[in-house]
């Protein structure tokens, strides 16, 4: 008999919320009842910015959660940034390809060269001390990695290279030498060396590598040479049940998530502004709300703004449950995509959200890359360029009137990216790494 037992190692678990817990979280809940056997690997105490216990009733009460202690040096770094910033900052606020503060020149620098690949290595070491027993004990031969942080492909290689009969799939939700974020952390030509390096072992030594997009499979192939499987992000169906669709008193566009240098909506911004100068019924009508984390310089270029701070609303983080609530009444999601060299890839976790939604979806990127691919072959929105205000104008007038009109919003194909299908396809996955 097979042997269906899986150890899954993941820096972020419930109650960490946000998009990057979503996906092994969902990949539990639906392993368990096709007969699978995971364990989760997860620090006790780990920092993260955006916390959601309502996620914790997805977490099967059979899988057994080890919470295994780190160190990360993430305290001290936000106690000296209250003693050299004016205002103590967030996460999005030292994502920045601008000008920026001494202190976040410094801290980018610290960040990207003496912590490589990121600041959570120091999880490494003991973690496989530990876990080389745990899996012995437990007749365990299969590991799963997910990152980033990409330090956690570290402890798989460390178990592979101990253990070379352990089955090793190693998970990659962004990419790594090649990821933009690295681009804000003034990397030494040695320290982007040492990222190449550790990235082709990984992708070398792992039994089966997976990623969430179609370019990111076409760069990890080009970096690995070896063939990498696609799975993406999605949604689960049955977050979806019983959410209320309600007739809006105003034309509702949401946006979720994070909102930095790298996802800047203000092209969107300006499309708005011109719409409530030419068309003052419009600014009437409409109201904007960001859910989630939002950079200083963003908000305050709305609050500024006489037209934008009259229709933009802005709300922290809410719990997951709630955040689904809130599609119900929405009449247009926007997406803002990364603008990097990277942004044919991007299919943020919150995109298929958006798709499972029903309500049409404007995004803002480019017009040849994964996310327009499966608008068109879904019809479930648009995707313009950064630079195309004009066009952007034209897709939130004719979403705009569509609401007036009452005309419903009809897209196809999206069970395709539920997350009960795409365990099924993990699981064919790790039914391809024979027993040894």
């Known amino acids: 008999m097979s042997n269906k037992k899986v150890l899954i190692i993941t820096y972020y678990w419930p109650p960490s919320g946000g998009s990057g817990v979503q996906r092994w979280l969902k990949f539990v809940k639906y392993l368990v009842p096709s007969g699978w056997e995971p364990y989760v690997f997860t620090p006790e ?66 960040r990207g060269n003496f912590f490589i690949p990121d600041a959570r290595v120091f999880w490494v070491k003991p973690s496989v001390i530990y ?6 004990r437990n007749d365990i031969n299969k590991i ?29 939700r962004d990419p790594w030498s090649e990821w933009d974020l690295l681009d804000t ?8 060396m040492k990222h190449q390096k550790l990235e082709r072992e990984v ?63 203000r092209p969107v911004m300006e499309a708005l502004k011109q719409l409530s100068v ?8 409409v109201t904007v709300e960001f859910i989630g984390k939002v950079n200083a310089a963003f908000k305050n270029y709305v609050i500024e703004d006489e037209q934008l701070s009259s229709i933009v609303r802005f709300q922290d983080n809410i719990p997951h ?35 499972a939604s029903g309500k049409p979806i404007l995004g803002i990127g480019p017009v040849e890359g994964d996310a327009a691919d499966i608008l068109k072959k879904t019809n479930a929105g ?8 004009e066009g952007i104008k034209l897709e939130l007038l004719r979403y705009y009137q569509s609401w007036k009109n009452g005309t419903p919003h009809k897209s196809s194909g999206i069970k395709l990216y539920s997350r009960r299908n795409l365990t099924l396809e993990l699981i064919r996955i790790m039914e391809g790494l024979s027993d040894r």
């Open 382 to 389: 648009v995707i313009r360029e950064r630079g195309d205000v």
């Open 321 to 355: 449950a709630q955040l689904l609530a809130g599609y119900g009444s929405t009449d247009l999601q926007l997406l803002v995509l990364a603008h990097t060299q990277l942004a044919p890839g991007n299919l943020p976790g919150k995109f298929f959200e958006y798709l």
């Open 45 to 110: 105490n780990p920092s993260f910015t955006i916390e959601d216990k309502s996620l914790l009733k997805d977490v099967p009460a059979s899988v057994e959660v080890i919470h295994f202690p780190i160190w990360e040096p993430y305290q001290l770094f936000f106690k000296l940034s209250s003693l050299f910033e004016k205002k103590n900052p967030q996460q999005v606020d030292f994502i920045s390809t601008g000008k920026k503060s001494l202190f976040q020149s410094l801290s980018a620098w610290v």
């Open 131 to 136: 876990l080389e027993d745990f899996i012995s």
């Open 203 to 265: 992708l070398t030594r792992a039994d089966r590598v997976i990623t969430i997009a179609p370019y990111h499979v076409n760069r990890f192939e080009v970096l690995s040479g070896r063939t990498v499987d696609l799975i993406t992000n999605g949604f689960d169906e049955e977050d979806f049940e019983g959410i209320e669709n309600k007739q809006t008193e105003k034309f509702t566009i949401h946006h979720v998530g994070i909102v930095d240098e790298l996802r800047d909506p």
């Open 144 to 172: 799963i990695t997910t990152g980033p942080p990409h330090s956690v492909h570290l402890i798989g290689l460390r178990l592979k290279k101990k253990n070379p009969a352990l089955h090793w799939i190693a998970d990659f």
């Open 278 to 285: 030419s068309t003052p019924e419009f600014q009437q009508q």
């Open 185 to 192: 952390l003034s990397l030494t030509t040695l320290a982007r």
